[in-house]
């Protein structure tokens, strides 16, 4: 099992910046690789943002790519969230999920997942 908790949403202008984290424990935590997801009410759950297990290599959304960073720390069991320029359209739940499957941005393919942090962007 690997426990994901989430944090550092909240509320910010359009144009504005918010870093979320995630902390991961239970099983050693490079074994996996990590990703970001967003839910807007009555949408689909979204892949936002990828990470390979040893960091070396990232992926994105082409709504977020060059906008949002990921990042991990495998020392400090943690990944994060860089998410600058933000649009109102960026306004969901974020959620923090963990895959063995290195790449997917399939959210059926993770097998664990966080309780979601919720960002709203104003106009």
């Known amino acids: 099992q690997v426990q994901l908790v989430e944090s550092g949403g909240g509320l910010v202008q359009a144009g504005g910046s918010l870093r979320l984290s995630c902390a991961a424990s239970?099983?050693?935590?490079?074994?996996?690789?990590m990703g970001w997801f967003r839910q807007a009410p009555g949408k689909e759950r979204d892949f936002v943002a990828g990470?390979?297990?040893?960091?070396?290599?990232?992926y994105y959304a082409d709504s977020v790519k060059g906008r949002f960073t990921i990042s991990r720390d495998n020392a400090k069991n943690t990944v994060s969230l860089q998410m600058n320029s933000l649009k109102p359209e960026d306004t969901a739940v974020y959620y923090c999920?963990?895959?063995?499957?290195?790449?997917?941005?399939?959210?059926?393919?993770?097998?664990?997942w966080g309780q979601g942090t919720q960002v709203t962007v104003s106009s």
């Open positions: 239970g099983r050693t935590f490079s074994n996996y690789a």
């Open positions: 999920a963990a895959t063995y499957f290195s790449g997917t941005t399939d959210a059926r393919h993770y097998d664990y």
């Open positions: 990470i390979r297990q040893s960091g070396g290599s990232t």
